[in-house]
T-cell receptor
Framework: NAGVTQTPKFQVLKTGQSMTLQCAQDMNHNSMYWYRQDPGMGLRLIYY???????DKGEVPNGYNVSRLNKREFSLRLESAAPSQTSVYFC????????????FGQGTRLTVV | AQRVTQPEKLLSVFKGAPVELKCNYS??????LFWYVQYSRQRLQLLLR??SRESIKGFTADLNKGETSFHLKKPFAQEEDSAMYYCALIASGGSYIPTFGRGTSLIVHP
């Protein structure tokens, strides 16, 4: 079982460059999430999608956009990368029910120089 | 809005010592609580959830609604327990989005 797959695993960007982080899940989950992980800050929600075609802002959405093109895929785009966006990004998915486990991708380590 | 607080950024113990990783939450409704673990260079994975009342890898956690806590405990720490631990809350009846604490790094020395 692949579970949640993220690409790329590592990326270095120059300030102002753009890129898209890809995420796909094969568990038929409706809900998908993007988090960023920073030392001392834990996991903070960037955007989430409760179903195909819907997206909503999380705690730290500024500087990001997302697309939920189909049930499997949820991408995160940085239009103009900034050093403050240097972080580890995690995609996750879960079922729409209580006490449900969130399944995570392996993460993307992004450095903006 | 709900909040999860893990007061310790780092917890350092010796092998065989008891471990308690603290988690406090604020939420006006009935919460669903979880512990996730991230071993070095691996993805986050569920360790246990309060509703299951189970022991995983020797770890247990009890929901204390009076103290709004969900502390993670293990009587005898092992070196392989060294990892990052995150407490998470889902607001029942809501959008099922997990809210995470900032995490506690557990280091178990030989």
């Amino acid at each position: 079982n692949a579970g949640v797959t993220q690409t790329p695993k590592f990326q270095v960007l120059k300030t102002g460059q753009s890129m898209t982080l890809q995420c796909a899940q094969d568990m038929n989950h409706n809900s998908m999430y993007w988090y960023r992980q920073d030392p001392g800050m834990g996991l903070r929600l960037i955007y989430y999608s409760a179903s195909e075609g819907t997206t909503d802002k999380g705690e730290v959405p500024n500087g990001y956009n997302v697309s939920r093109l189909n049930k499997r895929e949820f991408s995160l785009r940085l239009e103009s990368a900034a050093p403050s966006q240097t972080s580890v990004y995690f995609c996750a998915s879960s079922e729409d029910r209580g006490n449900t486990e969130a399944f995570f991708g392996q993460g993307t380590r992004l450095t903006v120089v | 809005a709900q909040r999860v607080t893990q007061p310790e950024k780092l917890l350092s113990v010796f092998k065989g010592a008891p471990v308690e990783l603290k988690c406090n939450y604020s939420y006006s409704g009935s919460p669903e609580l979880f512990w996730y673990v991230q071993y070095s260079r691996q993805r986050l994975q569920l360790l246990l959830r309060h509703i299951s009342r189970e022991s995983i890898k020797g770890f247990t956690a009890d929901l204390n609604k009076g103290e709004t806590s969900f502390h993670l405990k293990k009587p005898f720490a092992q070196e392989e327990d060294s990892a990052m631990y995150y407490c998470a809350l889902i607001a029942s009846g809501g959008s099922y989005i997990p809210t995470f604490g900032r995490g506690t790094s557990l280091i178990v020395h030989p």
